[in-house]
Every structure is written in structure tokens, then in C-alpha cells.
């Protein structure tokens, strides 16, 4: 599912490609790792940031290298945001939460 709070609007180039992959990664971890059956995301957009939450229904972190997480963590930080990681809503699945600012433009 995908659930919008706030007013969208235009991103600079750089914060719209780290969104974009920052979800991407997620959904595709939840498919390849979690194997979740329902996968969850939120986009909250405030007045200089833009808050990311996609939380899914597996398995929770297995475990792994992780080389996803750290990219996802990498691509927050060159747009000053940040990122973090841990289990999914009622301590089932996992969840990633990212905040993007710079965001106003």
C-alpha cells in the first residue's frame, strides 16, 4: 500500500533519485529477504522534509551483509538526511525509515 500525508511537491533532482531508490531497495529487500506478503509505504511531507517509512510483514532482518541497508543509509546522508532500520510495526517485519531534508525547492 501507499499512503501520502501532507502536500507534495517538486524535490530537488539529487532528493527525488535517493527517494526513489531508497524505496526501491526496501521493496525489493522485503520481496528477496523477507519474503513479506504485504509491504506498507508511507510518504510524510513536511515543511523541509520529507520522512520515508516502508515497513513489511517477513521475516524481519535475517541477518544478511546487509549491502542494501548500507546503501540506503549512504544515499540519506548525501541529501543530509538520515536512516534507520529495525523491526516492523508490533516487533513483526522490518521496517526502514528514511528522512530527506534539502527538500523544500
Not at 3 to 24: M, S
Not at 38 to 48: I, P
Not at 55 to 68: E, K, N, Y
Request: with cysteine.
Amino acid at each position: 500500500t501507499l499512503t501520502v500525508h501532507g502536500t507534495p511537491r517538486p524535490l530537488p533532482a539529487d532528493v527525488e533519485a535517493a527517494a526513489y531508490r531508497i524505496v526501491q531497495e526496501a521493496l525489493t529487500n522485503a520481496v528477496k529477504h523477507a519474503r513479506a506478503v504485504a509491504v506498507a509505504v508511507e510518504l510524510h511531507w513536511r515543511q523541509d522534509t520529507l520522512m520515508i517509512r516502508i515497513a513489511d510483514d517477513g521475516r524481519g532482518h535475517t541477518g544478511g551483509s546487509g549491502h542494501g541497508l548500507i546503501g540506503i543509509r549512504e544515499r540519506a546522508a548525501a541529501c543530509g538526511g538520515s536512516a534507520a532500520f529495525g523491526p516492523g510495526p508490533d516487533g513483526r517485519g522490518f521496517a526502514v525509515t528514511v528522512h530527506l531534508t534539502g527538500t523544500a525547492s
